[in-house]
């Protein structure tokens, strides 16, 4: 038995087939198999059922994995716990929605380089539900993402801040009435795969508000552009970091009633990279509290020191 053979073990519980976990260990799908072989051998245990056409984990081979997984945290914590390392190091690598990769995210990766210089930080984007999938199946550490409907067993939630959702328009737009508004214009969707363009059909639906799709698009730039070129509206969030010079659009409230998204990170209870992440979740908590961000005119050594 070897650690390598144990991560395999937890890739597939996972993925749910050999070839992704193959993929996701970066072995062939033929040594994914022979890693499992050889453990049964060793342990004189049935770890998966081969009669299905894809190999499933017997009962023993779902306990198995429970206790692998501890180990496997133990192992990665053994020489940071030993020689006091700080965590602050080596590579983390963190998912980010798009609507965050202008202003929040640049921000906290910016003031944690400047701190912590031999921590490297590789960000993938995706959606939230995308980003969920990468967690679990461990191809990154952490994901900057809107709250799902619900979070997965083995993932805590570190809340960071609450966005308001407002109405986009262009300047010529001259009504103040948010539901004449959408009524009467072609309305420019957030993709409904993402968890905010979810909350905003909730909210149109709850409302009884029926609009007009023109189109449905995945960021909040290429939305706010086509708003700007009278393309039509759009809903979207009141991001807690602001850039100095955004795109001359009129932002209307929706009134008391608007519908609100909850920033967070998420990541898995059994991650050897906590300390990281908790000095993510708390540079991301503070440039949400400062609210803007300039990357020009930043007193970035305020922002480190507060």
Known sequence: MSIRMLRTLIAIEESGTFGEAAKAVFVTHAAVSQQM?????????????????????????????????????????????????????????????????????????????????????????????ELILQLERGRIDAAVVSRPSSIPKGFIWQSVAIEELQLLTSQDTVSDNPIQILKNNPFIRFNRSAVVGSIIEAWLKTN??????????????????????????????????????????????????????????????DTARERAIVEVVARLRKAAAIGTFSPGTLDLDAFHAS
């Open 37 to 129: 072989k050889s453990l049964e051998a060793e342990w004189k245990l049935q770890l998966f059922d081969r009669s299905p056409r894809t190999p499933v984990l017997t009962p023993i081979g779902r306990a198995v994995v429970t206790k692998a997984r501890e180990v496997v945290k133990e192992y990665d914590n053994l020489i940071p716990s030993t020689i006091g390392d700080d965590g602050l190091h080596g590579e983390l690598m963190l998912g980010a929605i798009p609507t965050t990769l202008v202003g929040l995210v640049p921000l906290t990766v910016s003031s944690l380089k400047k701190s912590y210089p031999k921590l490297h930080i590789h960000l993938q984007p995706g959606l939230t539900n």
């Open 208 to 269: 009884k508000i029926s609009v007009t799709d023109t189109m449905e698009l995945d960021g909040l730039e290429a939305i706010s552009s086509m708003v700007l070129c009278n393309m039509g509206v759009a809903i979207a969030p009141r991001q807690c970091v602001q850039i100095i010079e955004p795109l001359p659009l009129r932002r209307i409230s929706l009134g008391t009633d608007a519908p609100v998204r909850e920033l967070g990170v998420a990541y898995r209870e």
